[in-house]
Nanobody, 113 residues
């Protein structure tokens, strides 16, 4: 099982980014999957979850209406579309596959002018 995040970077407030989580060793349709984020000195925050059937089933209140979780079965990849970004969204973002409780290595998102 391997998860590789990508798509992070530096963006201005109000901007957008799309994170990707490429999976290998399993099919993403086998399990619910989630995005988390973490800032230094804080616990990981659960940001969004997508069901094994493909529908979004959870968004943190802090990202509702701005972030959208999705997946592409043909690419075995999960996504997090992040719009209207705020400085408070700055964090390392991680993807997780729930069935095996496996995490990716993380990708840094920095929202700053």
């Amino acid at each position: 099982v391997q998860l590789v995040e990508s798509g992070g970077g530096l963006v201005q407030p109000g901007g957008s980014l799309r994170l990707s989580c490429a999976a290998s060793g399993f099919s993403i349709s086998d399990s619910a999957m989630s995005w988390y984020r973490q800032t230094p000195g804080n616990e990981r925050e659960h940001v969004a979850r997508i069901a094994s059937t493909g529908g979004p089933i959870y968004y943190a209140d802090s990202v509702k209406g701005r972030f959208a979780i999705s997946r592409d079965i043909t690419k075995n990849t999960m996504y997090l579309q992040m719009d209207s970004l705020k400085p408070d969204d700055t964090a390392v973002y991680y993807c997780r596959v729930l069935l095996w409780d496996y995490w990716g290595q993380g990708t840094q998102v920095t929202v700053s002018s």
